[in-house]
């Protein structure tokens, strides 16, 4: 019994640790893979984000421009470098719903990606704590974990597989990022500082917020644990 189990873990572990060397997100994007390329996309508050690699996640140059379909209009953007970043002002939010079909040249070749997303969902009633929290988010997490926990020029989304409840980042790592902070091993943000105006407690708060949140936009358990990619979790 105890081989059989053992080997069963082993078996699950070896695609998601390939699915982690080649598809992570360095900007807590959607990422889309192509013949010769891989293209990440973000949705911030202003703004459109892409970065094009190869696969070997080295950045490619790319120009080209973004066609948003938002809120029933749709708008043609061109996208601008900047180093390794191709941006496009534009009047989105992180929590919007929308659609993008990027029509990029890299490498003298078109390129053409489709993105979606759907809209943050709030949920309609908090508990008073997590409603606590929520206030405790906005004021000490959301310069960059993002509002709407779909991230930001600084940090992760929290709204991820990789955060999920059953995923390898349970309540224990949640909480310690908030009073330790986090060294970076998921995303290429740099690390965590440990925040800062934390009350005692109030981590507790935060928690119930995240969690409130990601269940009311369909992170829910079991499947997310297969998703994570790095099972373990031997950093905390
Ligand atoms: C100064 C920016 C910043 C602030 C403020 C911040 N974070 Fe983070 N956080 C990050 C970055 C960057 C990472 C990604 C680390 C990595 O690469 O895995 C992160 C990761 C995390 C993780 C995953 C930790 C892990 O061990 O994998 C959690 C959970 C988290 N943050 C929650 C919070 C909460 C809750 C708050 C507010 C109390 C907060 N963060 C405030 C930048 C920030």
């Known amino acids: 019994m105890k081989t059989r189990l053992l080997t069963l873990a082993l078996f699950l ?5 390939l699915a982690h060397g080649t598809l992570a997100a360095f900007f807590g994007g959607q990422i889309a893979e192509t013949g010769d390329y891989r293209a990440e ?8 984000k892409v970065w094009v690699r190869d696969h070997d996640d080295k950045p490619v140059k790319a120009s080209g421009k973004a066609t948003l379909l938002l809120g029933g209009q749709k708008l043609d953007l061109p996208l ?3 180093d390794d970043t191709l941006i496009a002002e534009a009047p989105v939010k ?3 719903k929308l659609a993008a079909v990027l029509g990029l040249q890299v490498d003298g070749k078109p390129l053409s990606v489709r993105f979606m997303q759907s809209e943050v969902v709030a949920p ?9 929290g929520r206030k405790v988010f906005e004021a000490v997490c959301a310069t960059c974990h993002g509002g709407a926990l779909r991230g930001s020029d600084n ?4 709204l991820h597989p990789f955060y999920a409840l059953g995923s390898a980042h349970g309540d224990d790592v949640i909480l310690a990022a908030m009073n330790t ?4 091993h998921m995303w290429k943000f740099g690390d965590m500082p440990k925040p800062e105006g934390l009350k005692p407690g109030q981590d507790q708060d935060v928690l119930a917020y995240i969690r409130a949140m990601q269940a009311a936009n369909g992170l829910g358990s079991a499947p997310a644990a297969a998703a994570d990619p790095h099972a373990g979790h031997g950093h905390h």
Do not use: M
């Open 41 to 48: 996309f973000a949705v911030r508050d202003g703004a459109i």
């Open 181 to 184: 902070g986090a060294k970076s």
């Open 94 to 96: 992180s929590r919007d």
């Open 13 to 17: 572990a070896v695609p998601t640790a």
């Open 155 to 158: 940090g992760p989304p929290l």
């Open 124 to 132: 309609a009633t908090l508990s008073p704590q997590a409603e606590a």
């Open 80 to 82: 601008s470098a900047k």
